[in-house]
T-cell receptor, first 116, second 114 residues
Framework: AQTVTQSQPEMSVQEAETVTLSCTYD???????LFWYKQPPSRQMILVIR??????QNATENRFSVNFQKAAKSFSLKISDSQLGDAAMYFC?????????????FGKGTHLIIQP | DTEVTQTPKHLVMGMTNKKSLKCEQH?????MYWYKQKAKKPPELMFV???????INESVPSRFSPECPNSSLLNLHLHALQPEDSALYLC?????????????FGEGSRLTVL
């Protein structure tokens, strides 16, 4: 079974600064996907960024980027120029390469606080 | 239409009531999911439907009964629930077989069992 570990229950960052959220995972599969989802107090889970395991290049979406270290099974999220709207729970998630057949396995989440 | 719509947004029910949660998507996705989320915890997978057939049941108590009448609709029937079943119930869908693994989530139904 796959596991996802987020070791930072809470992080705080000043507005406009950069913050990195950590995630490690364990799997015996070679084909899989990794995600960061954001869940603001409004409850809806929103995809932030996706990484395919077979791609060596780190994914980037505007101010969000990942550092994917496949051998180390590490998948951290960097948020640059933090904004008040970035405040939320951030979940790291794993999906096997079976096209969503098994759903997502989530880490415990990191609560990100943005200080104005 | 890129939305997953869940109704109702809030539901309060007694332990003897029968109620249902509804989830709808019109993105042509062929996999749909129910997750349960307690406060300050990650979502926990309950059920997966793939091509309208139940493919995963994560040992969920029988007081939760899922139903997938068609490819766009997913229901969760609730009966004789316990107070500990109070939680946010999230529905999600994915383009099964598209090999992206990405799930699209609804806003959830907040359930309170008295």
């Amino acid at each position: 079974a796959q596991t996802v570990t987020q070791s930072q229950p809470e992080m705080s960052v000043q507005e406009a600064e950069t913050v990195t959220l950590s995630c490690t995972y364990d799997t015996s599969e070679s084909d899989y996907y990794l995600f960061w989802y954001k869940q603001p107090p409004s409850r809806q889970m929103i995809l932030v960024i996706r990484q395919e395991a077979y791609k060596q290049q780190n994914a980037t979406e505007n101010r969000f980027s990942v550092n994917f270290q496949k051998a180390a099974k590490s998948f951290s999220l960097k948020i640059s120029d933090s904004q008040l709207g970035d405040a939320a729970m951030y979940f790291c998630a794993y999906s096997s390469g079976r096209g969503g057949a098994d759903g997502l396995t989530f880490g415990k989440g990191t609560h990100l606080i943005i200080q104005p | 239409d890129t939305e997953v719509t869940q109704t109702p947004k809030h539901l309060v029910m007694g332990m003897t009531n029968k109620k249902s949660l509804k989830c709808e998507q019109h993105m042509g996705h062929r996999a749909m999911y129910w997750y349960k989320q307690k406060a300050k915890k990650p979502p926990e997978l309950m059920f997966v439907y793939s091509y309208e057939k139940l493919s995963i049941n994560e040992s969920v108590p029988s007081r939760f009964s899922p139903e997938c009448p068609n490819s766009s609709l997913l229901n969760l029937h609730l009966h004789a629930l316990q107070p500990e079943d109070s939680a946010l119930y999230l529905c999600a869908s994915s383009p099964r077989g598209a090999n992206t693994g990405e799930l699209f989530f609804g806003e959830g139904s907040r359930l309170t069992v008295l």
